[in-house]
Every structure is written in structure tokens, then in C-alpha cells.
């Protein structure tokens, strides 16, 4: 398995609360992503992040922010929940040198905003 | 702009029986093709990618996918599925050159003892 862990894995937080997620790497990979995953959605991305201080807006962006001061770590923040931000959220890495680009992700957050 | 479609969002089969799980995509440029399973409160996994040459791509757990570049295809089989292939499958597409991964909306496989 691939070197990533999210924290928390479970979270219950109010409406209006800033909230943050965190991935942490141990392969050194390039490229990191959040997605959320919503039934009938898939899987959609938020934000990623091809290098430290070097992030880019997804499909889903609007509500958070991101940084990655470090190599290993990718943050995401919900500055103000709301109740449609809750969902299952998942961070991916991939080394882009790599034919393909695959991602691998890490277990997932489950996050409900009340 | 890229899509990926899920026909079935559903598959129930039996135990030992053959499952087909389909999946189209839609681009204006070349791709690569993903296939991910995801069991019940995990993260995903690669089951298996198309990347060039063989039609034909064989993956873990028996599964197997055929692209088919002339029916914008990448279809999921497996000739005889286990209780344990219970799970959601992902189709994935990304343009060559890209990083950025399209999903479609899954196909919930249920495998009936």
C-alpha cells in the first residue's frame, strides 16, 4: 500500500466552523490531490497540487483552500462548512514521471457538517 | 473536456457467474484508461490501466478490460466472480500528458452466494 494517511478520519463539526484535513505522503510523490466522493457523483476533484506552494483548482473548488508547505503534506480547509460540504473526502498522490500518472489514495475522511 | 460514463450504476450477479461492468468515455484527445475498485469504507484501488498497445489488459483478481478505441470503450469483465469482488468499480479516464483524473459515478457490484 501506498504511504498515505488522512486525519481525522471521522469528523462531526457545525455549520459556519472552519474545518481542516490532512494528507500526509511517505513516497515523495510529486502531485497531490483532494477529491470528495458523493453518491451518483464519483469521485470530483477539489484541489491539487503539483509542487510545495504550487497548487491549482479542480472541478469542485469553490468553499475550500489548500496548501502544501511541505512535500509530504496537503492540507484542505473549509474556511465556513456548510451542509453540502459534507461528504467522504480522499487525497491522492501520483509521480508524474511515471507512464500513465496513476494515482493512489489514502482511506478517506468522512466528514458531516450538522 | 473529458467525461466518463457509467452505464450500470448497479450489477447484481451470482457467485461463479461472468459480470461484464460497462464504461464509455468521451475526449477530444487521446487518453489513458483506469479501472478502481473500492470496498466497502476504503480507499480506492487500481485494479488495472490501459496505457497503449494491447487491446487486451489484464489486471488483479482476475479482472480484465478491453479497450476499444472505435466505441470509446474500456469494459470491465471477469469470468467468474467471488463474494469477496463485492464492491464499487470506478472507471477512470486522464489525457496523455495530463494529471488530472475523470471518474465516472460507479457501478455497485453485488455478488448474490
Known amino acids: 500500500d ?12 457545525e455549520t459556519g466552523t472552519p474545518v481542516t484535513l490532512r494528507c500526509h505522503q511517505t ?18 476533484l477539489i484541489h491539487y497540487s503539483y509542487g ?30 456548510t451542509s ?18 496513476e494515482q493512489y489514495f489514502g482511506p478517506g475522511t468522512r466528514l458531516t457538517v450538522t | 473536456a473529458q467525461s466518463v460514463t457509467q452505464l450500470d450504476s448497479q450489477v447484481p450477479v451470482f457467485e461463479e457467474a461472468p459480470v461484464e ?16 475498485v473500492q470496498y466497502p469504507n476504503q480507499g480506492l484501488q487500481l485494479l488495472l490501466k490501459y496505457l497503449s498497445g494491447s487491446t487486451l ?12 478505441k472505435s466505441q470509446t ?24 500528458g495530463a494529471n488530472n483524473l475523470f471518474f465516472g459515478t460507479g457501478t455497485r457490484l453485488t455478488v448474490i452466494p
Open chain 1, 27 to 44: 513516497e515523495n510523490h510529486r502531485y497531490m490531490y483532494w477529491y470528495r466522493q458523493d453518491p451518483g457523483h464519483g469521485l470530483r
Open chain 1, 84 to 101: 453540502s460540504q459534507t461528504s467522504v473526502y480522499f487525497c491522492a498522490i501520483s509521480e508524474p514521471n511515471r507512464q500513465g500518472n
Open chain 2, 21 to 36: 461492468l460497462r464504461c464509455n468515455y468521451s475526449s477530444s484527445v487521446s487518453v489513458y484508461l483506469f479501472w478502481y
Open chain 1, 52 to 81: 510545495v506552494k504550487d497548487t491549482d483548482k479542480g472541478e469542485v473548488s469553490d468553499g475550500y483552500s489548500v496548501s502544501r508547505s511541505k512535500t509530504e503534506d496537503f492540507l484542505l480547509t473549509l474556511e465556513s462548512a
Open chain 1, 2 to 13: 501506498a504511504g498515505i494517511t488522512q486525519s481525522p478520519r471521522h469528523k462531526v463539526t
Open chain 2, 73 to 96: 470503450s474500456f469494459h470491465l469483465r471477469k469470468p467468474s466472480v467471488h463474494i469477496s469482488d463485492t464492491a464499487e468499480y470506478f472507471c477512470a479516464v486522464t489525457p496523455t
Open chain 2, 57 to 68: 489488459v489484464k489486471g488483479i483478481n482476475g479482472f480484465e478490460a478491453e479497450f476499444n
